[in-house]
């Protein structure tokens, strides 16, 4: 009953969140590759349930190079099926309305493949688990009258982070504009200290640029989830998940860690061995570890302080 990619409590959240007969199926409209290879360690971990799941990732085709065909493979329990690319009006655009217009471009295509999957009698509809982007697939999963649970990457602080800033800016009218450029800080449940404006990221303060209404936007439907999988466990995060206890948000399943544990080839490999080594020879708390996800980068003014 246990996996390498999560604990035995994954097992648990899924028999409440998605089994509904013998044979099951999830299904995962995905772009982002952090986001399928966590993604695809929940489907193995719920492989050991008992009725089995099935589940089906569907990956979008997006104008980039991916590296999602060497993170997972068909099994007995993960089955990928790789969407058509679709074509968007041409014209230049904000990148974060591109990404919009794109994800909500392929719902048709959605719909045809959850069809194509559903006509055999053996494979019962169980509900959709989408990327935290790909919230226009919610009204896809309405449309089969299953519910949908959105998988967040990120940890449960930024989950709680997105709710209040939505909250505060639909109903008590803040600018986030207040907080870019100046030493303002934010009191935010999910956060054990306030966050200083200076943090905040970019996007949620692209306003001429379109991130700030995107943000919103998914975060809006982030509340219209049967329940939110997020990459974290209690012991790391045991404030921020006890901050959503009598909130009004879906409840929160924190399922990792989930890690990519997929050997490294050639240099890449031999990289990771030496940094792992030169780790182990520093002294206890001598060496400050720097975070900035998966697509952030810091200045050498930054690194140097």
Not at 89 to 100: A, E, L, N, T
Not at 200 to 229: A, C, N, W, Y
């Amino acid at each position: 009953m246990t996996s390498a990619f999560c604990p035995p409590r994954l097992l648990r959240h899924y028999e409440k969140m998605l089994i509904t007969g013998s044979a099951t199926t999830s299904l995962h409209p995905n772009s982002w590759d952090q986001s399928s290879c966590g993604y695809s360690g929940d489907c193995k971990a719920a492989d050991s349930t008992r009725p089995p799941i099935l589940s089906t990732i569907l990956i979008m085709k997006f104008p980039f190079e991916s590296n999602i065909d060497s993170m997972t493979t068909d099994s007995d329990s993960v089955r990928l099926v790789t969407l058509p690319p679709v074509e968007l009006s041409s014209g230049p655009r904000p990148p974060v309305v591109f990404f919009s217009e794109l994800v909500r471009a392929y719902a048709p295509l959605v719909r045809d493949a959850v069809h194509e999957l559903t006509l055999s009698n053996s494979v019962r509809l169980a509900g959709f688990v989408i990327d935290m982007f790909c919230t226009p697939m919610i009204d896809v999963a309405d449309e089969f009258g299953v519910p949908s649970y959105l998988f967040f990457t990120s940890g449960a602080a930024f989950l709680g982070f997105m709710f209040h800033l939505q909250f505060l800016h639909d109903h008590e009218g803040l600018d986030f504009n207040e907080f870019k450029d100046t030493d303002a800080e934010l009191e935010v449940p999910s956060y054990v200290n306030s966050v200083p404006g200076k943090v905040f990221p970019s996007v949620v303060l692209d306003k001429e640029g379109g991130g700030t209404e995107m943000i919103l936007h998914h975060t809006r439907r982030f509340r219209q989830v049967k329940g939110t999988i997020v990459n974290t466990f209690v012991e790391l995060e045991s404030h921020a998940i006890q901050s959503f206890s009598g909130c009004k948000a879906p409840p929160v399943y924190p399922v990792g860690p989930l890690l990519n544990n997929h050997v490294r080839s050639g240099g890449a490999q031999q990289d990771a061995n030496a940094i792992m080594s030169w780790l182990d020879d520093q002294p206890p708390s001598s060496v400050v570890f720097l975070c900035f996800g998966s697509k952030g980068s810091f200045g050498v003014d930054q690194i140097k302080r």
